[in-house]
């Protein structure tokens, strides 16, 4: 953390016509407090739902279905819209829009009938979707100097609210004897990213007339990492769906395989703080990648081989691995020479990878009852990891989309 309000200094000081000043640190603090508020509401109101989805009443199972599939797939959707709104609003007051949807979103979802739940849930994960895309490009325009640092701890804060709201919504829940206050409490926390992003909605950040067109669909490297947030996201879904059942089918009973679950995510916490630093450091971002990927992979391999013995040592190795996710977010911002650039990256990477990822569970699943075994779902993750490291050493070139653009 030091780190970073170092770089509040550096971001001040980078600006000759503006002094440094203790309103200038202030406002610049309160922009690192809010984003890392924002952060902390990317995944809750998911996680949350997944973890009462078994306790709603008068759902169907397709209901209960389409609820797993719906963020994911509203991620692809929505997220492909984020530059159109960067262009119109700026991308300050994008997120305070996003922030909007995201309130009104989880209110609704808990106030009435199931085809609310879904009108609800829709809503809030299409705010998701649009913080998303928004939040890497606020971090590019708001801390040049310490972009690894800012992206690092913004991304364990959301792993670190997703793990949160997993555990904790059950409990409150059942407190409270209502499944409508274990999710509605999390509108609170989004209320006050909301009140904390406010005084930000003045700053346009992304203007229409400051916007650079980057040609991303003729860049390889843009190509790349969309082929690398695609493959990372695949990876994070399929554990999150699967690896309890992976664990359960091996012997487990559910609480151990829950537990286990609950450690690959917050195993990663720490790792994704420290990945987009080591990122940002290094000359290509190639080696990086295939580090964490092959760790991830050799996760995968041990659960198709030995899902008992070592099982308490791939559920880390997999979310040491997941490390990747906070290092594309990065390659958004060192692979674009402007904000423009940086929000037309991610919504681009973020539209298609997640539709990339959308397939994955079901993949697994439908190769999973085909095949009564784990053993060809798990190939096909060892082939994706492959994929992930080669595009990975294309993503990690030191090459700057829109750099000439610039000149």
């Known amino acids: 953390m030091s780190g970073i309000l170092e770089g509040v200094n550096s971001r001040i000081q980078s600006r000759p016509d503006s002094p440094p000043s203790n ?37 169907s199972a397709g209901t209960r279905a389409f609820l797993t599939s719906l963020p994911v797939l509203c991620f692809a959707v929505v997220g492909a819209t984020g530059m159109t709104l960067a262009r119109r609003l700026g991308v300050h ?13 989880l209110l609704v979802r808990v106030i009435g009938d199931p085809w609310l739940l879904l009108a609800g849930t829709f809503v809030a994960c299409a705010g ?21 640092a800012v992206t690092g701890a913004y991304s364990a804060v959301m ?24 999710l509605g409490v999390w509108a609170l926390l989004a ?5 904390a992003w406010l005084p ?34 695949l990876f994070a879904y399929v554990v999150m769906s699967w690896l309890p059942s992976i664990y359960a089918d091996a012997g487990f009973g559910h609480a151990t395989a829950g537990l286990l679950l609950a450690v690959s995510i917050l195993v990663g916490v720490p790792v994704f703080f420290l990945a987009p630093t080591l990122a ?16 991830l992979a050799i996760g995968f391999a041990g659960l198709w081989l030995a899902p008992v013995a070592g099982a308490w ?24 020479a402007t904000t423009a650039g940086t929000t037309a990256l991610s919504s681009m990477a973020q539209s298609i990878g997640y539709l990339l990822a959308a397939a994955g569970p079901f993949l697994v699943g439908l190769l999973r009852e085909a095949t009564g075994s784990w053993s060809v779902p798990i190939a096909l993750l060892l082939g994706l990891a492959l994929v992930q490291i080669f595009a990975g050493y294309v993503a990690g070139r030191p090459v700057v989309i829109g750099a000439r653009a610039e000149d």
Request: aromatic share 6%; net charge positive.
């Open 200 to 233: 930000h909605l003045r700053d346009r950040g992304l203007r229409r007339d400051g916007a650079v067109r980057v040609p991303l669909w003729r860049e390889p490297v843009a190509w790349a990492v969309t082929v690398v947030f695609g493959t990372q996201s």
């Open 280 to 295: 940002i450091r290094a000359a290509s971002q190639g080696h990086l990648i295939a580090v964490l990927t092959a760790l």
């Open 159 to 182: 792993s670190l609210g997703a793990a949160i709201a997993a555990g904790v919504t059950v409990p409150i829940a059942h407190a409270a004897g209502s499944w409508r206050i274990g």
């Open 128 to 148: 998701i979707a649009l913080a998303n895309v928004l939040l890497p490009a606020v971090v590019k325009e708001g801390f040049p100097n310490r972009v690894g």
């Open 313 to 336: 040592v791939w559920a880390v190795l997999i979310g040491i691995g997941g490390a990747v996710f906070p290092v594309a977010l990065t390659l958004f911002s060192i692979r674009t």
């Open 23 to 59: 309103r200038a640190v202030r406002s610049t603090v309160w922009l690192l407090i809010a984003v890392l508020l924002v952060a902390a509401n990317l995944r809750g109101g998911i996680t949350s739902l997944g973890a009462l989805l078994d306790s709603l009443d008068g759902l």
């Open 191 to 195: 209320a006050l990213a909301l009140l």
């Open 93 to 105: 007051r994008g997120i305070g829009v996003a922030l909007g949807l995201l309130v009104a979103g």
